[in-house]
């Protein structure tokens, strides 16, 4: 029986979280946890699923998307497996639309560019979610570390290997889509305030792009506790992420911020590798799970033997 595998990475955002909603850059880096898909052939009519929870309406958009392009599919069994949580906030839902997208590709033997595979699942995790720039996607499908603005308008590839992260998950599930439309609220309430907010957001961004280049991360570290204060402004942080932040800082971490939507999911702190362990153990007591084994920069969406 015909059988194809895809798999892509969770991601994490380093700079530029909400200011990229509204067209400003960000800088996003894919992480090697993956989320994997396999289709297989299967005699019966339709298509099956055999996915991790009950949720599937990415899968379903996914397969809309990929039917309109290529016409009806059917006969398939479809399953799912993650090496990471959906609770994480490392864009589970963004990874299993880009293997999905991507296996079937392969099965149907019908090849898309990574950008037209972008388009394909940017178009599908928009349908499902309503919100969202896209990054996650876009990490999902290019991986490394890139330059994003919204929609695709830039990806960008921006070495920045070896960057050395730690990951403190807070405990609580963010809901992105209802924090990005808090946020839209503050923006029509007060535009001024959060426009300057967001253009700061950005520029930091351009600022940090050659530092990340450099390998700079003391530098890099600063721009990430700048960018950590402007999101503080914007009301995105909370408590516990307060918390793990300070307790990763005291420890010596060179910058750390939240990353993604904010109000829960995950902290990172940069590190140098004599307070690595340290900088964990800080989190730990002070509350967080550390996302050990989880390096940045991983590679994009590609075929599992
Ligand atoms: C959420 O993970 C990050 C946001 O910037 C939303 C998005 O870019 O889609 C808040």
């Known amino acids: 029986m015909k059988t194809v595998a895809a798999s892509s990475p969770g991601k994490l955002l380093l700079f530029g979280?909400?200011?990229?909603?509204?067209?400003?850059?960000?800088?996003?880096?894919?992480?090697?946890?993956?989320?994997?898909?396999?289709i297989t052939e299967s005699e019966k009519d339709g298509v099956m699923y055999d996915v991790l929870g009950s949720d599937t309406r990415f899968l379903d958009a996914a397969l809309h998307t990929a039917q309109l392009l290529w016409g009806n599919i059917s006969h398939i069994a479809v399953q799912t497996k993650s090496q990471f949580s959906e609770k994480?906030?490392?864009?589970?839902s963004s990874a299993v639309t880009v293997s999905f997208l991507f296996a079937l590709s392969e099965y149907l033997s019908k090849p898309l560019k990574p950008i037209e595979?972008?388009?394909?699942a940017y178009?599908?995790?928009l349908f499902v979610q309503g919100v969202g720039s896209g990054f996650d996607v876009a990490a999902a499908v290019y991986g490394g570390t890139i330059r994003y603005v919204r929609g695709g308008k830039e990806i960008t590839s921006i070495d920045a290997s070896g960057l050395p992260l730690v990951i403190g998950y807070t405990g609580t599930k963010a809901d992105t889509a209802t924090?990005?439309?808090?946020?839209?609220?503050?923006?029509?309430?007060?535009?001024?305030?959060?426009?300057?907010?967001?253009?700061?957001?950005?520029?930091?961004?351009?600022q940090v792009m050659p530092r990340l280049v450099d390998k700079d991360w003391e530098r890099v570290g600063k721009f990430?506790?700048?960018?950590?204060?402007?999101?503080?402004?914007?009301?995105?942080?909370?408590?516990?992420?307060?918390?793990?932040?300070?307790?990763?800082?005291?420890?010596?971490?060179?910058g750390a911020k939240l990353?993604?939507?904010?109000?829960?999911?995950?902290?990172i702190a940069l590190v140098t590798n004599d307070i690595r362990r340290s900088v964990e153990g800080a989190i730990e007591k002070?509350?967080?799970?550390?996302?050990?084994?989880?390096?940045?920069?991983?590679e994009g969406v590609r075929v599992e033997p």
């Open 17 to 38: 979280d909400h200011a990229v909603v509204y067209g400003y850059p960000s800088v996003v880096t894919a992480v090697d946890q993956r989320m994997m898909v396999t």
């Open 88 to 92: 994480l906030g490392l864009g589970s």
């Open 117 to 120: 595979l972008f388009n394909a």
């Open 123 to 125: 178009k599908a995790v």
């Open 179 to 206: 924090i990005v439309k808090d946020v839209k609220k503050k923006y029509e309430n007060n535009k001024e305030k959060v426009k300057r907010i967001f253009e700061a957001i950005g520029g930091l961004v351009d």
């Open 224 to 254: 990430m506790d700048f960018n950590q204060e402007y999101l503080r402004d914007l009301g995105v942080s909370s408590e516990k992420l307060e918390a793990l932040i300070l307790a990763a800082k005291n420890a010596g971490a060179l």
């Open 259 to 267: 990353s993604g939507a904010g109000g829960g999911d995950c902290m």
């Open 286 to 298: 002070a509350g967080g799970q550390v996302i050990r084994h989880a390096s940045s920069g991983a």
